[in-house]
């Protein structure tokens, strides 16, 4: 491998996360990690992948199976995979005085989704910022609220965990049984609280900056634009149909505002992975339309997954310019180069391919085809949604789905 292979920005990012999973793993197989039998380095790697690639999918239940050290591990893995590994490294970099060269900032853009290599100092400090503030204050209401049934350390303890693990969308939660957030379907404080970080953190890094400097700029780029609309769109379409379809169903037992909170959470979490209500209980036309949800996924830069609301956006506007006769594809008077548009198609293509592939050897094993539809885009999308599929997977289902959410 030569010189320049080595420095190699996209490598150089790839390689970073691999190591992170690696150096999780290890951790997660040691004795004091775990709290029920003995460490399995195969469910270490899945873990470890699943908190690194802020994805949410557990083939052991977080709360029994991992001792507190297991869980700080994960949270620091949520931490920086959520945020990026060179993120945090050019971060502290800069803490420490030092200046960033060329290769620095080239990776930095990747890593941040950006096209030019202007103020990345002042971006970064933005982030880091803005969410320590996020995660602090969602931690603090949480904190608060759980205080009484709780008590003090408990209290502090899981709202700091879910904060953070809301924010990075990541999925992971303490409460034990699989369950996630299910204790809490007619709890508004909690769900509120929980889907505003995970929104927050769906939305992408550049797009939160552009807003907090709103008032000096006057002005959003087209990009910020496609993405806060897009998500709000898609938020509120996939609440009214998750309303319809589990009407009587999982939301049966809910009074009217429980089934609005309820609707407007299971259509936000597509890209964090928690969940009020059982997946595996809804309607099959529940399910398929969350897969479509789970497949567009988040914005660019963000902690989120999926193929992303900015390239759905993009392939729509192709769509509708070519069944309207336009050469040009155009998001609000703007031209969209050749060079965006194939890229979106290249996006689109690899995930489909992956999501066919995976499906077709993990069907080979289970029979399930939703099941396994399911938690393929899950996990291709890094969302954590399951329909229960995640602890029946066998070793190669486990190193499937692992790749796949590295991937």
């Given at each position: 491998?030569n010189?320049?292979?080595?420095?190699?920005?996209?490598?150089?990012?790839?390689?970073?996360?691999?190591l992170?999973i690696?150096?999780?793993?290890?951790?997660?197989?040691?004795?004091?990690?775990?709290?029920?039998?003995?460490?399995?380095?195969?469910?270490s790697?899945?873990?470890?992948?699943?908190?690194?690639?802020?994805?949410?999918?557990?083939?052991?239940?977080?709360?029994?199976?991992?001792?507190?050290?297991?869980?700080?591990?994960?949270?620091?893995?949520?931490?920086?995979?959520?945020l990026?590994?060179?993120?945090?490294?050019?971060?502290?970099?800069?803490?420490?005085?030092?200046?960033?060269?060329?290769?620095?900032?080239?990776?930095?853009?990747?890593?941040?989704?950006?096209?030019?290599?202007?103020?990345l100092?002042?971006?970064?400090?933005?982030?880091?910022a803005?969410?320590?503030?996020?995660?602090?204050?969602?931690?603090?209401i949480?904190?608060?609220?759980?205080?009484?049934?709780?008590?003090?350390?408990?209290?502090?303890?899981?709202?700091?965990?879910?904060?953070?693990?809301?924010?990075?969308?990541?999925?992971?939660?303490?409460?034990g049984?699989?369950?996630?957030?299910q204790?809490?379907?007619?709890?508004?404080?909690?769900?509120?609280?929980?889907?505003?970080?995970f929104?927050?953190?769906?939305?992408?890094?550049m797009?939160?900056?552009?807003?907090?400097?709103?008032r000096?700029?006057?002005?959003?780029?087209?990009?910020?634009?496609?993405?806060?609309?897009?998500?709000?769109?898609?938020?509120?379409?996939?609440a009214?149909?998750?309303?319809?379809?589990?009407?009587?169903?999982?939301?049966a037992?809910?009074?009217?505002?429980?089934?609005?909170?309820?609707?407007?959470?299971?259509?936000?979490?597509?890209?964090?992975?928690?969940?009020?209500i059982?997946?595996?209980?809804?309607?099959?036309?529940?399910q398929?339309?969350?897969?479509?949800?789970?497949?567009?996924?988040?914005a660019?830069?963000?902690?989120?997954?999926?193929?992303?609301?900015?390239?759905?956006?993009?392939?729509?506007?192709?769509?509708f310019?070519?069944?309207r006769?336009?050469?040009?594809?155009?998001?609000?008077?703007?031209?969209?180069?050749?060079?965006?548009?194939?890229?979106?198609?290249?996006?689109a293509f690899?995930?489909?391919?992956?999501?066919?592939?995976?499906?077709?050897?993990?069907?080979?094993?289970?029979?399930?085809?939703?099941?396994?539809?399911?938690?393929?885009?899950?996990?291709?999308?890094?969302?954590?949604?399951?329909?229960?599929?995640?602890?029946?997977?066998?070793?190669?289902?486990?190193?499937?789905?692992?790749?796949?959410?590295?991937?």
């Amino acid at each position: 491998m030569n010189k320049q292979t080595l420095f190699n920005p996209p490598l150089l990012l790839i390689t970073s996360f691999m190591l992170i999973i690696l150096t999780g793993s290890i951790l997660l197989n040691m004795p004091w990690a775990v709290q029920t039998g003995q460490p399995d380095y195969i469910t270490s790697l899945f873990t470890a992948a699943s908190a690194t690639c802020v994805t949410g999918l557990v083939v052991v239940d977080t709360a029994t199976h991992w001792t507190l050290f297991g869980h700080i591990v994960m949270l620091i893995l949520m931490q920086i995979g959520g945020l990026g590994i060179m993120t945090f490294v050019t971060f502290f970099a800069i803490m420490i005085g030092q200046n960033l060269n060329l290769k620095q900032k080239i990776v930095l853009k990747l890593a941040l989704n950006r096209s030019g290599l202007e103020s990345l100092t002042q971006i970064l400090k933005y982030i880091f910022a803005f969410s320590l503030v996020a995660e602090t204050l969602g931690a603090l209401i949480l904190f608060l609220h759980w205080l009484e049934p709780m008590g003090w350390g408990k209290a502090a303890w899981y709202a700091i965990f879910h904060a953070i693990s809301a924010f990075n969308n990541a999925g992971f939660d303490l409460f034990g049984g699989f369950q996630s957030l299910q204790g809490f379907v007619d709890n508004p404080v909690v769900n509120l609280t929980i889907a505003a970080l995970f929104i927050t953190g769906s939305l992408g890094f550049m797009v939160i900056y552009e807003l907090l400097i709103w008032r000096q700029q006057k002005d959003l780029s087209l990009h910020t634009r496609v993405v806060l609309v897009g998500t709000l769109v898609i938020l509120l379409l996939g609440a009214v149909v998750i309303f319809l379809l589990e009407y009587s169903n999982t939301f049966a037992q809910l009074s009217l505002s429980e089934k609005g909170i309820a609707s407007f959470f299971s259509s936000a979490t597509r890209t964090a992975g928690f969940s009020t209500i059982d997946m595996s209980q809804t309607r099959l036309s529940t399910q398929f339309f969350l897969v479509f949800l789970m497949f567009i996924g988040g914005a660019p830069g963000s902690t989120s997954g999926g193929i992303k609301i900015t390239t759905f956006v993009i392939l729509t506007a192709a769509v509708f310019s070519l069944f309207r006769g336009k050469s040009d594809v155009e998001i609000w008077k703007r031209r969209l180069s050749e060079k965006t548009i194939h890229r979106a198609l290249a996006i689109a293509f690899l995930a489909i391919s992956i999501i066919f592939i995976d499906v077709f050897i993990l069907s080979w094993f289970h029979s399930d085809l939703m099941k396994v539809l399911f938690e393929v885009v899950s996990a291709t999308s890094t969302v954590g949604l399951s329909l229960g599929l995640t602890q029946e997977l066998g070793l190669i289902g486990k190193l499937i789905i692992t790749a796949t959410m590295f991937f």
